[in-house]
C-alpha cells in the first residue's frame, strides 16, 4: 500500500472552501458522465523528456464528513479506474486555515499498486511520481474550480439580485 499526500494554497477562507469543494463533485460537466472524472498528468511534472499528457477517466464516489465546532468538513473519496493496469485510490480531501482569506487544500490517502512485487516495483522506480502529478493536476482542477466559483459569489451582492 502506497501512501500519497499532495496540497495546494487556494484563495478561500477555510470555513467556505469545503462548500466549493463539495460542488466541485456534485456539478455536472461538459463532457463527463455524472459520477466519472477524467485525471490528467503531464510528464513535464515527472521531469521525463518530452511533452505527453496522458488521462484516464475513473469512477469516483464521494461523501462529505460534516465536522464538529470550527473545523471544516472534509470528503471522503474513492476512485475506480475500472482497469486492472491502474490502482484504485481511497482517501479524504480537507482543507487548514492558511494566512488571510486563504486555506491550504490537500488530498491524502493510500493505493494498491496493482500487479503484486512487479506493481511495487514499477511504484517505487515511477508509479509514485505519476501518483503524486496526478493528485497535484486534481487539487490544481480543484482549486480553479473555488476560486473562480467563490470569486463569483464574492462579487454578488443583494443589490445585483433580480427585484420583483
Not at 494554497?9 to 463533485?25: G, K, N, Q, T
Not at 461523501?63 to 470528503?75: H, P
Request: proline share 4%.
Amino acid at each position: 500500500m502506497t501512501k500519497i499526500k499532495q496540497s495546494v494554497l487556494v484563495d478561500c477562507p477555510l470555513h467556505e472552501i469545503m462548500y466549493y469543494a463539495e460542488r466541485y463533485f456534485s456539478v455536472h460537466r461538459k463532457g463527463q458522465e455524472q459520477g466519472t472524472f477524467t485525471l490528467t498528468v503531464d510528464s513535464a511534472a515527472l521531469n521525463m523528456p518530452g511533452r505527453v499528457q496522458a488521462s484516464h477517466q475513473v469512477n469516483v464516489a464521494y461523501e462529505v464528513k460534516k465536522a464538529a465546532g470550527n473545523e471544516a468538513d472534509a470528503i471522503s473519496l474513492a476512485w475506480d479506474p475500472q482497469d486492472k493496469m491502474m490502482p484504485r485510490f481511497a482517501g479524504v480531501l480537507h482543507a487548514e486555515r492558511s494566512e488571510g482569506a486563504h486555506s491550504t487544500l490537500i488530498l491524502e490517502g493510500t493505493y494498491n499498486p496493482p500487479f503484486g512485487a512487479v506493481g511495487a516495483a514499477f511504484d517505487a522506480v515511477l508509479g509514485q511520481r505519476i501518483a503524486s502529478a496526478t493528485a497535484n493536476s486534481l487539487l490544481e482542477d480543484i482549486k480553479t474550480f473555488i476560486e473562480e466559483s467563490y470569486g463569483v459569489a464574492r462579487k454578488t451582492t443583494l443589490a445585483d439580485s433580480p427585484k420583483e
